[in-house]
């Protein structure tokens, strides 16, 4: 298992995106993007050579996930390959978002309270307000 600190994956993705994208997702660069691909590989007793001949992916794309490299990124379609490969049926099982204590406590506070009373948290409701001012002067 490798993991990618989420602000590594913002600073390589930032040209590509807009200042709104890589706001909201910097409110969890502290988390850690998780890949679980040599983990796989190990149970399955197959090589990241072997992955990339069922998936149809290059063997150094296969291998940059494997190392956790920064600056990798899937389309769904690889996703979805890999997961035909792999035998797997969640996307966590390939790659998951570990989030600091502290937010993921916060996070399932407010999503259990939103769920309950429909009602969207404050602090969401202000970045959605601040994201459309900043939207709006791009």
């Known amino acids: 298992m490798r993991k990618e600190k989420v602000s590594a994956i913002i600073g390589e993705s930032h040209k590509l995106m807009n200042q709104v994208v890589t706001d909201t997702a910097s409110i969890l660069s502290n988390a850690n993007f998780v890949y679980k691909i040599d983990e796989l590989l190990n149970e399955r007793n197959i090589t990241q050579k072997d992955l990339a001949s069922m998936t ?15 600056g990798v990124s899937l389309n769904k379609t690889q996703l979805i390959a890999l997961m035909v490969a792999l035998r797997v049926t969640k996307l966590s099982d390939i790659v998951d978002l570990e989030l600091p204590q ?15 009373d429909k009602e969207m948290p404050i602090e969401l409701k202000e970045m959605h307000r601040n994201n459309i001012l900043k939207a709006n002067n791009l």
């Open 56 to 70: 149809g992916m290059r063997v150094g794309t296969i291998s940059q996930l494997v190392n956790g490299k920064t």
């Open 102 to 116: 502290d937010v993921l406590l916060k996070f399932q506070k407010q999503q259990a309270e939103w769920l309950l």
